[in-house]
């Protein structure tokens, strides 16, 4: 398959995540602006995660550049869901500051449950209004209800990601195939919109849906439920 870029990819990941890159957001808009990408949203882990950045960094986004070399750019943050009270490791005063949120799961800051309890933890994360995108939520190792969680989603005005790195033939979470056309056919029967994320850390990735645009095409999921 050819490789394509999309134009607007908000989940990538800067060396401020603490880990697979040195890239900065410089180097990461440089690199959308060669793609011809449009828009361009850094997503960093939040403090949670080991070896990110402190709560400074998160602050300090407010002051960014909002267009780097053409390319208009999003300052966000892949938050850390902590517990099953959808506590998240981002102060809502730094929230508010910026332009979205992406909520997640991750090893080892949380401590996964049952389906239900997972379910209700990013159903109790996606009330805060700068949450926008449930991300990576394919992987077995965090089952979730998914007729639950979409319906939640829906009333939330909240999208799930298909996380084009869960659907790479290396990539460290479990059944995330499986799991992701289970979500896709679950959003179909509800009408729920996805948005197509690369996940990247760095530049190298920014923009690349192909496994998950393949998945949309293979399942016959409708273009028109597909964000970006």
Request: proline residues 5%; charged residues 25%; hydrophobic residues 35%.
């Amino acid at each position: 398959m050819k490789l394509t870029y999309n134009k607007t990819d908000l989940h990538t990941h800067t060396c401020a995540s603490g880990h697979g890159t040195g890239d900065r957001i410089l180097d990461l808009a440089k690199e959308a602006a060669r793609r011809q990408m449009e828009v361009l949203g850094i997503s960093d882990h939040g403090p949670a995660s080991p070896g990110s950045a402190g709560l400074s960094y998160f602050r300090g986004l407010s002051l960014g550049e909002p267009v780097r070399f053409g390319v208009t750019v999003r300052y966000g943050a892949e938050a850390n869901i902590l517990d099953i009270d959808g506590r998240l490791d981002i102060p809502d005063e730094i929230l508010q500051t910026l332009d979205y949120c992406i909520i997640s799961m991750h090893r080892p800051v949380y401590t996964s449950g049952s389906a239900a309890e997972n379910t209700k933890a990013y159903l109790r994360a996606m009330r805060h209004p700068k949450v926008k995108i449930i991300g990576h939520c394919d992987d077995s190792r965090f089952p979730v209800d998914y007729r639950e969680l979409l319906e939640g989603a829906l009333s939330c005005g909240v999208v799930p990601e298909l996380n084009n790195v869960s659907l790479l033939p290396d990539s460290y979470r479990r059944d995330c195939r499986e799991n992701s056309i289970r979500m896709l056919r679950t959003c179909e029967t509800l009408s729920c919109p996805v948005v197509l994320s690369s996940d990247s850390h760095g530049r190298e990735h920014i923009g690349e849906v192909n496994a998950a645009l393949a998945l949309t095409e293979e399942t016959g999921f409708p273009e028109q439920l597909i964000l970006f």
